[in-house]
């Protein structure tokens, strides 16, 4: 089955500085790949996919790179601000057939005012 | 538009004590749902998964169980709580891209 690593398990930035955290997947039959954020105590909540017909999207900070033949995938927020402080979560899926999506392990972002 | 709902927030449940947890979806029909824990500063790890009323997989062996009684009902339960069932539980459901979480159960066994 899939298996997603992800790095850092924490990372620490001045605000304003630029945040890249990476993942890794095996199963070179996954094409989708979302990444979350969860705020302390709260929901997991989508921020940004990508879909492996495509090797980077933007959505104002945030982005994504997709490099389907090292099979690894990064998120990258610009101008952090304190309130991109949380945990992020990479994951990786089919999106044919059944789709179950595995997660990374989490990393926790702390921008620091 | 599709929405979940998962109740209760939050419980403190002793230990040997049953447990059921409920999750519902709105707006849409025969959806992919799934029951994931989160143990405190860890990842999200898959518990069960559902493709129809009845029809449940189970990823992890462990002390719980689940079911599928309605089409946008999944309910997530244990017989006898153990300590190491803290955690906080989340019911999400799938369509072709992307998952959206329920709001999650704190669960703490005492």
């Known amino acids: 089955g899939e298996n997603v690593e992800q790095h850092p398990s924490t990372l620490s930035v001045q605000e304003g500085d630029s945040a890249v955290i990476k993942c890794t997947y095996s199963?070179?039959?996954?094409?989708?790949f979302p990444w979350y954020k969860q705020e302390l105590g709260k929901r997991p909540q989508l921020i940004i996919d990508?879909?492996?017909?495509?090797g980077e999207k933007k959505d104002q900070r945030i982005a994504v790179t997709l490099n389907k033949t090292a099979k690894h995938f990064s998120l990258h927020i610009t101008e952090t601000q304190p309130e991109d402080s949380a945990v992020y979560f990479c994951?990786?899926?089919?999106?044919?057939?059944?789709?179950?999506?595995?997660f990374g392990t989490g990393t926790r972002l702390l921008v620091s005012p | 538009s599709q929405t979940i709902h998962q109740w209760p927030a939050t419980l403190v449940q002793p230990v040997g004590s049953p447990l059921s947890l409920e999750c519902t979806v709105e707006?849409?029909?025969?959806?992919?749902l799934y029951w994931y824990r989160q143990a405190a500063g860890r990842g999200l790890q898959l518990l069960f998964y559902?493709?129809?009323?009845?029809?449940i997989s189970s990823e992890v062996p462990q002390n719980l169980s689940a079911s599928r009684p309605q089409d946008r009902q999944f309910i997530l339960s244990s017989k006898k709580l153990l300590l190491s069932d803290s955690g906080f539980y989340l019911c999400?459901?799938?369509?072709?891209?992307?998952?959206?979480f329920g709001s999650g159960t704190r669960l703490t066994v005492v």
């Open positions: 707006g849409t029909s025969n959806p992919n």
């Open positions: 990508i879909r492996s017909n495509v």
């Open positions: 559902s493709v129809g009323i009845g029809q």
């Open positions: 994951a990786a899926s089919r999106s044919t057939g059944f789709q179950k999506l595995v």
């Open positions: 199963d070179s039959a996954s094409n989708y």
């Open positions: 999400a459901w799938g369509a072709h891209y992307g998952y959206t």
